[in-house]
């Protein structure tokens, strides 16, 4: 299941492992790509969404899912750990088959992953789904600008939050 949704993923035995005698080095020559999942039906919002990532400088793996049923079967297959849990989930509230409000639940239920930051990404501004949101454990919540480049710099929300989630786990 986990080829149909565009993540790579490498088990600890495809990567080498350093011998006890030499230690592996590790370089920040290079940023780490990071894997984001974007929950959005609107074809040309995930381009922009792409186009802000790439001008916040943002090296990711991006998985596109275009409606919420999907996305439940994605985070099923996550906590069966047959696909690694993503560092970022980018949600949209109004989407086909399954809401972002049960997609956001269900993350938040996920043994595996519960804690990671999820930016509720929607052209709703009513008060009542930024609420609904922050209480089913929304890390931020975006209206989506219809200006260009405003909507391209919410990267800078993403980046801050990656940022934020890789200094914690260090």
Known sequence: MGG??????ISDTDRPSPSPSQP???TNDEPTS???????DNAADVHLVRESLALHKIRNELAVLSDGATAVQY???VDSSAVTCPQLVILDLNLPK????????????????????????SSSGAQKDRDDAHTLGATHYI???????????????FKALLDKASDQST
Request: charged share 30%.
């Open 4 to 9: 149909g949704y565009g993540l790579s993923q």
């Open 24 to 26: 592996e080095k590790i």
């Open 34 to 40: 990071v894997s984001i999942l974007l929950v959005e």
């Open 75 to 77: 985070l099923d297959a």
């Open 98 to 121: 399954t809401t972002g409000r049960e997609v956001l639940k269900r993350i938040r239920q996920s043994p595996r992953c519960a804690k990671i930051p999820v930016v509720i990404l």
């Open 143 to 157: 209206k989506k600008p219809s200006d260009l480049k405003e909507f391209l710099e919410v990267g800078a929300v």
